[in-house]
């Protein structure tokens, strides 16, 4: 699915269908005239076949679109007769006809039944047809999940106390299910196939460009979080002026894998409302430590450089006074680009006092993290990840990685010798004077 495909969708006879559609639609509101009374029978009867003309317009578009999203799951032979289904799309019936007759239909209608597509464009013609095409305002709040597939979550639907196991245990509980439930083990792969097709879809559609960003050669998306992708599309959806209102998780001011949409929030919306809490008052039902967000941004080139934010806050009823409050900062771009100039990381700021303490840290200074002449020229790292950084962990000479005796130069002793134990780092060290 890319953006030349979507383009092709939009054919004269699909776009002229959507357009016809949006008129029928926008009737539904209006006055019918005449010698039809308001809130009349008659009127009920007039806004149900202007609906209903709506929806037979639109049957060929939702099926072409349906077609599009179904491919990516495994059908990709459906582009081969796009052309030929287009030429179709003025009649719904002789669509139908041709496309049924092909080789991938039955399993076109499996998953367009399973998967229930949506579309934007068609649910709302008359709003993305109009002459300011968008919603008003756009409200939500996302979930906050992962695109990764969830073992707890797939088993818990056959043994709810699964969320009690870990580790070996899980893997041993999930053994004792399969075996007892014939089909389940099947039933998970294609769940994980699913999830795993889902995530490639969102991540390589060419729908979603600020959920990667290209940062000092690599890509900084990370995992697919869920709620990244509601916040670009929520973006999309508003109309030019256009408000959106979310609550999302910290990530979205200080995780790397949202340096994209940080640059769409600082670069193409102006950020009205910016107000972090700590769930330290069990806010909501998960652990106390996380952090979350209320987030208002307006769609369009910003009007300002800077707004106003509260990071670590508590009490959600300070939402109510929206008067100036001590601990508020004020979050400027210039100075986001000069602290953080890789990532447009925010600091978490708990007063204008603290905010003041590092401006002047780093006033004419370089930043530790910082790339080029005058610089420091160095890298930070939280913590070694086995798939990033497998070059750490392996023999150049063998491609394969290094044993427990060349790292500590003999076999240990005992298990606290080994590697990975807390008790023992001499290892790390001999590590790295392996790497060098």
Not at 390 to 396: A, G, N, R, S
Request: charged share 30%.
């Amino acid at each position: 699915m890319g953006n030349n495909q979507d383009e092709s969708l939009w054919s004269s006879h699909v776009s002229d269908l959507v357009r016809l559609a949006a008129e029928r639609r926008e009737l539904i509101d209006a006055q019918p005239g005449g010698d039809i009374r308001p809130e009349s029978l008659e009127e009920m009867r007039f806004k149900d076949d202007r609906r209903r003309e709506a929806d037979e317009l639109l049957a060929s578009a939702k099926l072409l679109f349906d077609m599009r999203m179904a491919s990516a799951f495994g059908l990709e032979a459906i582009w081969s007769d796009f052309p030929q289904l287009q030429g179709h799309a003025e009649n719904y019936s002789d669509l139908v006809a041709y496309a049924s007759a092909r080789p991938w239909w039955e399993e076109f209608v499996r998953v367009q039944d399973s998967e229930q597509f949506f579309h934007w464009e068609l649910e709302f013609p008359e709003v993305f047809l109009s002459e300011s095409p968008g919603f008003d305002a756009v409200l939500g709040n996302p979930p906050w999940d992962k695109v990764l597939p969830n073992r707890q979550e797939f088993y818990g639907s056959i043994d709810i106390l699964i969320r009690a196991y870990s580790g070996g245990d899980l893997d041993r509980r999930i053994r004792e299910l399969e075996e007892a439930n014939d089909g389940l083990h099947e039933a998970f792969t294609e769940y994980q196939q699913h999830i795993t097709t889902t995530g490639q879809i969102l991540k390589n559609g060419g729908a979603f460009k600020y959920n990667d960003w290209q940062l000092e050669g690599h890509m900084t998306g990370g995992h697919q979080d869920i709620f990244k992708f509601f916040v670009e599309q929520a973006w999309r959806l508003a109309r030019e002026s256009g408000r959106v209102g979310f609550v999302v998780p910290s990530a979205i001011y200080n995780n790397e894998g949202c340096t994209g949409l940080r640059h769409l929030l600082l670069d193409e919306a102006q950020v009205e409302r910016f107000y972090g809490f700590e769930n330290r008052r069990k806010i909501f039902p998960i652990d106390s430590r996380y952090k979350f967000v209320n987030l208002v941004f307006r769609r369009g080139a910003p009007e300002k450089d800077r707004f106003a934010a509260a990071f670590m806050r508590h009490d959600v009823s300070e939402l109510e006074d929206g008067g100036a409050k001590p601990w508020m900062v004020t979050i400027v771009r210039s100075e986001v680009a000069e602290m953080s100039p890789g990532t447009l990381a925010f600091l978490e700021y708990r007063s204008p006092r603290d905010q003041g303490i590092v401006l002047k840290m780093y006033e004419c200074k370089p930043v530790l993290g910082d790339q080029g002449g005058g610089a420091w020229n160095a890298r930070f790292y939280s913590e070694y990840n086995m798939t990033n950084d497998k070059d750490l962990w392996t023999d150049p000479k063998t491609g394969k990685l290094y044993s427990v005796k060349q790292i500590l130069g003999r076999e240990p002793t005992d298990f606290e010798e080994a590697p990975g134990c807390p008790r023992s780092c001499n290892w790390v060290s001999r590590l790295m004077q392996l790497r060098t």
